[in-house]
C-alpha cells in the first residue's frame, strides 16, 4: 500500500489483492448483509467447499454496473499465496482476466465466515467455494443475456473479457447485465463449470502479494501507518508462567512523550507518540522483579513428564488379524522438543476506537474467532467490532497474533479517537507465543520372513495441538484483566484430521496392530498450533520407522514402501520422486555421504508427498550439508503450479530447521530461548544446493492443498540420510551438531 492510500485507511479503506485500496464499509448490521458476509447463513450441506456454511452468491461475488468484479474469501493471506490462486479460481470460471478482480480477504465487516486459515484448507473449502458460486454468477448473467436477446442460453458465449456474445454478434458487458439482477440467490451445486482449455487455472502467474515484500514496499501490519497514530508496547515477565511484581508506573507515565499507562488488573501497557520512547518506557518497567506464577516446569525431564501426565487414550486404529510369525522387529522411541514459530517480524496489531466502534487490523489466521474473543474481552456488542486481517511478516500457525490483537484493542478502548500500533519485542515473541508442542512416539513393529510388515504397535503422546482464542480465555490479555477469564480447556482435534495424532495412522498397509494416542490436557507450557500439528512428529517416526524395518530386512527403501501401498496416487508420487531423484543410481554410503527417501498423505487425506535427499556429514562438527533434495507431490487440480512448487520448499526449508536445529530451551520457571542465538534457524548458508519439486497436476480432481504437506517427509528424509550416510539412527530431534557429533562418538 503507498503512503497516499494509508491516509484513507483510517475510517474506510481495506488492503485488498496487490495493495489496491477497496473503499466503502460499514460496520452497521445492515452494512455487513449487504456485503453478505458476517453470520452465517443457514446451512446448504449439499452444496461444495464453504459454500455449505454460507450458500448466497453475494457473499463470493459482487459485479457493479461498471463490470467491476469483487471476489471475497474468509480465509487469509500468509505468504502461501493464496490471494493469487483464488482470483485465478474466480477469473477461471468467470472468464476474465485475473488482472480484472479485486480479492477482499479475511475481513468481518465484509466477508464469509471460512473460521481459520489453516490445515492445507484454503482451495478446498475457500477455492472449491469461490469456483462454484462464479459457475453460478456466469449462469444467472448468461441466462439473463439470453433472455435479453430472446435466444437460447447454450448460445451464448463469454469472449474472456467481461462480455457475453450473442450468436449473431452483439454483445453485453457482466455489468449491464448485472444492473438488473440480484446475486442475493442461494447456489446451485450442479452449475456447469467452463469447458475446453482452461485459460488461467494450471498457469504460473505471478503472485500478487511478492512485489511489495521484496521491494521494501508496505506489505504487512507492521508497515501500517495511519494519521494520528501512537505507539505501544505490552508489559509482562519475560515468557509465559511468570508475572511482574509491582513496577513503577508512575515514573513511566511521567517520561517526556508518554501518553498513557494503561492498565487493567495485571495487564499494562505503555503508549507514547514516538515506537523508540514506548521502547524506553518499556525497558524501565522490565526492570521490576518477577516471580514464576505456577509449578515449576519439569524442565530436566519433559519428555518423561509428558509420558507420566494424566491422559486421555484413544485407540485410533486396530487390525486384528493374526500376526505372521516375526521374522525381525524394530523397537523405537522418538522424540520431538518444543517449536516455536519463529517469525521473522514480532506480532503486531493497530486499534482504532472512534465513535463507539472497535476496529482492529490484525495477522490473525481467523478473524471470526479473534472476533468473537475480542467481544467477550472488551463487553462491546458484536455489531461494534470488527477485525480485518492484514498479513504480518510471519506466521507458521497460532504465534502471538492473537494476543497482540488484544492488547492494542485494550489500548485503543483506553485512548479513543486515536489509532494505537502495537508491537511486541523480539525477546516477547520467542517468550510468550504459543509453542509447537514436544511429542513422545514408542513404536514397534515387525517383518515376516518374505519381507512384509506382520505387525505394528504405536503410540503418541502429545499435549494439545490447539489453543486458539474460542473467547477471552484465550488470550494473554483475558487472563490478566480483572476480573480474569477462566482459561480455555485444551480439546483434543478429532480424527480423521487429528490434532497430536495427525498422520498417526499408516497409511501402508498393516495386516495386524495398533495405534493409540494419549492426549495430554495439562501441558507444562503454553502451546498450540505450529504448521502440519502432529503431522510433522508422527509423519517423521513412521518413515523412520519403515526405513529401519527395510534396513532390518536387507529391503531397498522405495521398494519397501511400494509394496506395502493400495493407493496408485501414492505410488505415482514416489515413483515420480525416485526416478527425477535418480534412486536406482544414487551415491552409496562411504560414511559420510548417504540418501535418504520418505514419504506421506498429508493427513492421509489431502496432498500425496515424497522427498528424497542426498546429504554431507562432517564427522569434525556433526554439521549436515543438505546437497539436493528432489520431491514429488499430487495435490489434485494444480491452479497454480508454482505456487505449489514454492509451498513445498518453502516447507523443506522449514523442516530443515526444524529437524536440524531447532529446540526451545527451558529451566525451572521459564523459557531461556528469547534470541536467534538461543533458538538458532537455518540460514542461507544452511540452503540445500538444490531443491526440484515436481508437481503431478490432477485436472478435475479436487483440489488438496499444499501448504503442510511437505514438513514430515522432508525431516524424515534427512534422518534417513544421515543414518544411511553414517550408519547411526538419530531417532530424538533436533539433529543438531553436537548431537550428531556425541551419536558419532567424536
Known amino acids: 500500500m503507498s503512503a497516499g492510500a494509508s491516509a484513507g485507511l483510517s475510517r474506510r479503506g481495506v488492503l485488498a489483492a496487490g495493495g489496491a485500496l477497496v473503499v466503502a464499509f460499514s460496520l452497521s448490521p445492515k452494512g455487513i448483509a449487504q456485503q453478505g458476509g458476517g453470520a452465517r447463513n443457514p446451512a446448504a450441506p449439499g ?99 439470453a433472455a435479453r436477446w430472446g435466444v437460447l442460453a447454450d448460445g451464448v458465449a463469454t469472449t474472456g473479457d467481461g462480455r457475453f456474445k450473442a450468436p449473431d454478434g452483439r454483445t453485453l458487458g457482466y455489468g449491464d447485465l448485472a444492473a438488473g439482477l440480484s446475486l442475493h440467490v442461494e447456489a446451485r451445486p450442479d452449475a456447469p463449470l467452463r469447458t475446453g482449455p482452461h485459460r488461467t487455472l494450471g498457469l504460473d502467474l505471478p503472485r500478487v502479494d511478492i512485489p511489495a515484500k521484496v521491494s521494501g514496499g508496505a506489505a504487512y501490519v507492521q508497515d501500517l501507518r495511519l494519521p494520528g497514530m501512537l505507539h505501544a508496547r505490552v508489559i509482562r515477565g519475560p515468557s509465559d508462567g511468570t508475572v511482574l511484581e509491582e513496577a513503577d508506573f508512575a515514573a513511566a507515565k511521567a517520561m517526556p512523550g508518554v501518553v498513557d499507562v494503561v492498565r487493567n488488573g495485571r495487564f499494562a501497557a505503555v503508549v507514547a507518540t514516538r515506537e523508540w520512547t514506548a521502547i524506553q518506557a518499556l525497558r524501565r518497567l522490565q526492570q521490576a522483579k518477577w516471580r514464576r506464577d505456577g509449578p515449576p516446569i519439569p524442565a530436566s525431564d519433559l519428555y518423561g513428564a509428558i509420558q507420566a501426565a494424566s491422559s486421555r487414550d484413544e485407540v485410533i486404529f486396530e487390525a486384528k488379524a493374526a500376526p505372521a510369525p516375526a521374522a525381525h522387529t524394530v523397537r523405537a522411541r522418538y522424540t520431538k522438543p518444543w517449536l516455536l514459530h519463529g517469525s521473522i517480524g514480532p506480532s503486531c496489531a493497530v486499534a482504532l476506537s472512534q465513535g463507539g466502534e472497535l476496529t ?7 478473524v471470526y474467532p479473534l472476533k468473537k474473543a475480542l467481544v467477550e474481552l472488551t463487553g462491546l456488542p458484536a455489531d461494534k467490532l470488527r477485525c480485518i486481517h492484514t498479513e504480518g511478516s510471519g506466521c507458521y500457525g497460532h504465534n502471538g497474533a492473537d494476543d497482540v490483537a488484544a492488547d492494542a484493542a485494550l489500548c485503543a478502548l483506553a485512548l479513543p479517537g486515536r ?24 513404536a514397534q513393529a515387525s517383518l515376516d520372513a518374505a519381507g512384509r510388515i506382520a505387525s505394528w504397535r504405536y503410540d503418541v503422546w502429545s499435549p494439545s495441538h490447539n489453543g486458539r482464542p474460542a473467547g477471552a480465555g484465550g488470550l494473554l490479555a483475558g487472563l490478566e484483566v480483572d476480573p480474569p477469564f477462566p482459561p480455555q480447556i485444551p480439546k483434543p482435534i478429532p480424527m480423521p484430521e487429528g490434532g497430536g495424532d495427525r498422520n498417526g495412522v499408516p497409511l501402508y498397509q498393516v495386516p495386524s496392530g495398533r495405534v493409540t494416542s494419549h492426549f495430554i490436557e495439562a501441558s507444562p507450557v503454553r502451546v498450540s498450533a505450529l504448521r502440519s500439528l502432529g503431522g510433522y512428529m508422527n509423519v517423521f517416526s513412521i ?33 515420480l520422486c525416485a526416478e527425477k531423484f535418480g534412486w536406482t543410481r544414487r551415491p552409496r554410503s562411504d560414511g559420510r555421504v548417504g540418501c535418504g527417501f520418505a514419504f506421506a498423505r498429508y493427513k492421509n487425506l489431502a496432498s500425496y508427498c515424497a522427498v528424497a535427499m542426498e546429504v554431507a556429514v562432517e564427522h569434525e562438527t556433526g554439521a549436515i550439508a543438505v546437497r539436493r533434495v528432489v520431491s514429488a507431490v499430487d495435490s489434485g487440480e494444480a491452479v497454480n503450479p508454482n505456487g505449489i512448487q514454492n509451498q513445498i520448499e518453502g516447507a523443506i526449508v522449514q523442516s530443515l530447521s526444524w529437524t536440524g536445529l531447532e529446540a526451545v530451551g527451558f529451566d525451572a520457571v521459564h523459557r531461556t530461548s528469547f534470541d536467534w542465538s538461543a533458538y538458532p534457524i537455518a540460514r542461507f548458508q544452511d540452503v540445500p544446493g538444490s531443491v526440484e519439486v515436481h508437481v503431478l497436476n490432477r485436472p478435475g480432481q479436487p483440489f488438496l492443498g499444499a501448504g503442510e504437506a511437505g514438513q514430515g517427509p522432508a525431516g524424515a528424509a534427512l534422518a534417513n540420510a544421515v543414518a544411511d550416510a553414517t550408519g547411526v539412527r538419530f531417532r530424538d530431534l533436533p539433529l543438531s551438531p553436537d548431537r550428531v557429533k556425541a551419536g558419532l562418538g567424536v
Do not use: C, Y
Open 47 to 145: 452444496l461444495p467447499g464453504s459454500l455449505k456454511t454460507t450458500p448466497f452468491l453475494d457473499a463470493w461475488i459482487r459485479v457493479d454496473a461498471a463490470s467491476r468484479i469483487t471476489v471475497f474469501t474468509g480465509k487469509a493471506e500468509l505468504g502461501q499465496g493464496i490471494k493469487t490462486a483464488l482470483i485465478q479460481v474466480a477469473a477461471e470460471e468467470l472468464d476474465v482476466a485475473p488482472g480484472s478482480l479485486t480479492l477482499v480477504t479475511a475481513d468481518t465487516g465484509r466477508t464469509p465466515n471460512e473460521g481459520v486459515t489453516a490445515g492445507s484448507h484454503s482451495l478446498q473449502d475457500s477455492g472449491t467455494a469461490i469456483r462454484n458460486a462464479a459457475a453460478n454468477v456466469r449462469l444467472l448473467l448468461a441466462q439473463a443475456a
Open 543 to 575: 518413515e523412520s520407522l519403515m526405513d529401519e524395518l527395510a534396513s532390518a530386512g536387507g529391503l531397498d527403501p522405495v521398494a519397501f514402501r511400494l509394496a506395502h501401498l493400495a493407493d496408485p496416487r501414492a505410488v505415482d508420487a514416489i515413483r
Open 360 to 366: 482492529v487490523w490484525t495477522h490473525t489466521q481467523g
Open 419 to 442: 489509532p494505537i500500533r502495537l508491537q511486541w519485542m523480539r525477546e516477547q515473541e520467542h517468550g510468550w507465543e504459543p509453542m509447537g508442542t514436544g511429542m513422545v512416539v514408542e
